[in-house]
C-alpha cells in the first residue's frame, strides 16, 4: 500500500463530545467518523483493525470447531413474540413497520434466529454439540451512546449459540468458549481478566465476562488480592468472619429527630458513626411487600436480592405504600413492629446498639439490638467495595474499572423451552436442547486495546491488531536513491506477506514520522540520505523510545523476526 494513495483523514481538532482518549484518537487518526448519534463509519486503517480483531476471533472460533454463519439484522416480530422478548426488551429494541404493515425489529442479538433456525433442522442427538456463530451488526437503540464505537447503536460484534443434548456436555462448550476468549484476547495484546458475572435464577458459575482493565472503563471488577476471586460488582460476593454476637435485648428507647431522615442527618444529629445506622429499606416485588436491612454505610445489591428471593420484579416501594405498612413517612422506616417479611445483610447480625426509624414523622429508635425484632435470615445482601473480605479465602477485595468486551454465558433451556426446540435422544425421546451464548465487541475491542495503548503522540496498538504492521519511510521522497531502497524493502517485506505501508508522499519528513506516530504503526524503517551513503537505515519501535542505525543488509531479517514474535499465534 502507497501512504500517498490512502484515504486517512486525520484531524486536529477533535469534538468535545470526545471524553475517552480512544474516541478522540480514533477520530485524530482517521479511524473512524460519526455519522449520527452512536452510529460511525469505518474509514479504510481503521477498518483494516477490525478486520484484524475479526480474523483473529474467526480463527480461534474456528479452532473450536464453531462454524461461520451469517444472520439477518431484520427480523420479523413473531419470534420475538415467542421468546417474550417483544414486550420486556424495551426501548433497546427499534421496532417499525414494512409496506405491508409487518412489524419488524433490529437484532440487538441473535438468540431468537439462531433458535428458530436450529429447531428447525437438527433432529437428532447425532449431530450435537453444535456452535455457530457470526460476525454481524447489532443494532441497540442504547439510552446514553458514548465513548464513540466503544457505546455505540450500531455496532460489530461476533456472537455465537451453542447447542447441547445434555447439562454435561453444555458445560464443555461453556469451557471450550471460556479458552478460545482467552487465546483471542491474548492475542490482540490485551490486559484483560475473566471475572465471574450474574447468571440471574440459573444460578451457578458459567457467566464469565472478559474485562480489559482500564481506568476508563465503565465496569467495576472486584478481586481478591490474595486468591484467584474476580467478579464483577453485581455478583461479587462479600466474606465474613464469624465474630460474637450481641445477645442484648429490651434496651431501646425512642427518641425524637426532627426533619432528620437521611443517614447523614440521623447520623450527626444523634453524633454517631454511619455504620451505628440501620436502614430499612421497603420493596415492591411481584410477589409482595418486604423489607430489606443494611448497615447505614453501605448499599443494597439488588441483583443479589433478585436472585436470593427468585424475583422477576423488584423496585421501591413509593410513599403511599411505606405509610400503609410501616404507619410513618419516607425515610423513619425501621424493623420493630413491621408484619412484612424482613430479610437482613449479614453484616446485620453482627451490629450492637444501633439506630432505627421509628416508623413515626420524627422519630428513630436508638439501643436496639438483633434481638429487639425477627427476620426472615440474614443473608449476603451489600455491594461489595474495597476492603471487603474476599468470599472464597481470608485475602481482601479490591476493585478495579474495566471494560467488558466479552461476555459467555450458559442459557440453559431458556430459549428451547420458550420457542419448543428440541430433539430426539438416543432412545428416541424428545428433549430440549441445552444452549450458550456467546458474545465479543469486536469495534469495542478496537477501542479498548486504544486505551491501553497509547502516548503522547497518538496510537501505539499491538502489532497484531494495527492497521499496518511496517512503515517504510524515505525522508525524502524526491531523493531517486532512498526510494529506490525504500522500494525494494517494501516489496520484500511484501513478498513475505508483512502488511507494510510505504511513505512515498513528498511531504516534510516531520509531517511523515507524526503521522506514522498517530496512526499507531509498530515498525519505522527510515531512510535518510545520510545514513544511507554509509549503508545503514534506521529502525524505530513505535513502543520503545530509541531508533537503532542498522545496516541496510539486515533490515529485512530485523523487521521480520520482530514482526513473527510480536504476531503471536
Ligand atoms: P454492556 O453492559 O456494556 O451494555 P451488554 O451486557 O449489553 O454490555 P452483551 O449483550 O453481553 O453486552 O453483548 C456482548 C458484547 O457486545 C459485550 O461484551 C460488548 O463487548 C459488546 N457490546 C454490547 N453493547 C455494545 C454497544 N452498545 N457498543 C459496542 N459494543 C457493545
Ligand atoms: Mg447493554
Redesign the pocket.
Do not use: A, N, S, Y
Given at each position: 500500500m502507497l501512504f500517498s494513495k490512502l484515504f486517512i483523514p486525520t484531524m486536529k481538532e477533535v469534538p468535545k463530545e470526545a471524553e475517552v482518549i480512544s474516541h478522540k484518537l480514533m477520530l485524530r487518526a482517521g479511524y473512524i467518523r460519526r455519522l449520527a448519534s452512536?452510529i460511525y463509519t469505518w474509514l479504510p486503517i481503521g477498518l483494516k483493525s477490525l478486520k484484524k480483531v475479526e480474523q483473529i476471533i474467526r480463527e480461534e472460533m474456528n479452532k473450536k470447531g464453531a462454524q461461520e454463519i451469517l444472520m439477518p439484522v431484520v427480523q420479523p416480530k413473531e419470534l420475538w413474540v415467542e421468546s417474550k422478548r417483544w414486550e420486556r426488551y424495551g426501548k433497546e429494541l427499534l421496532r417499525f413497520i414494512d409496506r405491508n404493515d409487518r412489524e419488524l425489529c433490529l437484532a440487538p442479538?441473535h438468540e431468537e434466529v439462531v433458535t428458530d433456525l436450529v429447531r428447525r433442522e437438527v433432529r437428532s442427538y447425532k449431530e450435537f454439540p453444535l456452535n455457530l456463530y457470526q460476525i454481524q451488526t447489532?443494532f441497540?437503540d442504547?439510552i446514553r451512546?458514548r465513548f464513540g464505537?466503544?457505546?455505540?447503536?450500531e455496532?460489530s460484534?461476533k456472537?455465537a449459540y451453542s447447542f447441547d443434548v445434555d447439562e454435561p456436555s453444555a458445560e464443555t462448550s461453556y469451557m471450550d468458549m471460556y479458552d478460545a476468549y482467552n487465546n483471542i484476547f491474548r492475542r490482540c495484546g490485551l490486559r484483560f481478566r475473566a471475572v465471574e458475572a450474574d447468571t440471574g435464577q440459573i444460578g451457578g458459575s458459567f457467566s464469565h465476562?472478559?474485562m480489559v482493565l482500564a481506568d476508563t472503563g465503565?465496569?467495576i471488577i472486584i478481586s481478591c488480592d490474595t486468591c484467584g476471586y474476580a467478579a464483577n460488582l453485581e455478583k461479587a460476593e462479600a466474606g465474613f468472619v464469624d465474630i460474637k454476637k450481641s445477645t442484648k435485648k429490651g434496651n431501646y428507647r425512642r427518641v425524637k429527630t426532627p426533619r432528620q431522615k437521611r443517614v447523614e442527618e440521623v447520623a450527626s444529629f444523634l453524633n454517631v458513626t454511619h455504620d451505628k445506622l440501620l436502614k430499612t429499606m421497603i420493596y415492591r416485588t411481584d410477589k409482595n411487600i418486604i423489607g430489606v436491612l443494611v448497615k447505614g454505610d453501605r448499599e443494597i445489591n439488588e441483583t443479589k436480592l433478585s436472585n436470593l428471593l427468585a424475583l422477576d420484579n423488584l423496585e421501591f416501594a413509593d410513599a403511599y405504600t411505606i405509610e400503609e405498612v410501616t404507619g410513618g413517612p419516607l425515610g423513619f422506616s425501621g424493623p420493630i413492629g413491621l408484619k412484612i417479611p424482613l430479610y437482613a445483610d449479614r453484616d446485620v447480625e453482627y451490629m450492637e446498639d444501633f439506630v432505627i426509624g421509628g416508623n413515626e414523622e420524627d422519630v428513630h429508635v436508638v439501643d436496639v439490638n438483633i434481638g429487639d425484632f425477627e427476620v426472615e435470615g440474614f443473608f449476603d445482601l451489600k455491594v461489595v467495595k474495597d476492603g471487603d473480605l474476599c468470599p472464597k479465602c481470608k485475602g481482601t477485595l479490591k476493585s478495579t474499572r474495566g471494560i467488558?468486551?466479552?461476555?459467555i454465558?450458559k442459557l440453559g433451556l431458556k430459549y428451547s423451552e420458550a420457542m419448543n426446540a428440541t430433539f430426539l435422544d438416543r432412545e428416541g425421546k424428545e428433549r430440549h436442547m441445552v444452549m450458550g451464548c456467546y458474545?465479543?465487541?469486536v469495534?469495542?475491542?478496537v477501542a479498548s486495546a486504544i486505551e491501553q495503548g497509547y502516548d503522547e503522540n497518538g496510537i501505539a496498538l499491538p502489532l497484531s491488531i494495527a492497521p499496518f504492521e511496517v512503515n517504510v519511510l524515505p525522508v525524502n521522497s524526491s531523493h531517486a536513491e532512498s526510494m529506490e531502497l525504500a522500494d525494494s524493502i517494501y516489496k520484500s517485506l511484501k513478498d513475505r506477506r508483512v502488511d507494510v505501508v510505504l511513505d512515498d508522499r513528498n511531504e516534510r519528513p516531520g509531517v511523515k514520522f507524526k503521522d506514522c506516530d498517530l496512526i499507531g504503526i509498530p515498525i519505522r524503517v527510515t531512510i535518510g540520505e545520510r545514513n544511507l551513503k554509509d549503508g545503514y537505515v534506521e529502525l524505530k519501535f513505535r513502543n520503545e523510545k530509541d531508533s537503532q542505525r542498522i545496516k541496510k543488509e539486515d533490515v529485512i531479517g530485523r523487521v521480520m523476526d520482530y514482526v513473527e514474535e510480536h504476531k503471536s499465534m
Open positions: 452512536g442479538t447489532k441497540r442504547e451512546p464505537v466503544m457505546r455505540g447503536r455496532f460484534m456472537d465476562e472478559f465503565e465496569d467488558e468486551v466479552g461476555h454465558f458474545g465479543i465487541g469495534g469495542r475491542t
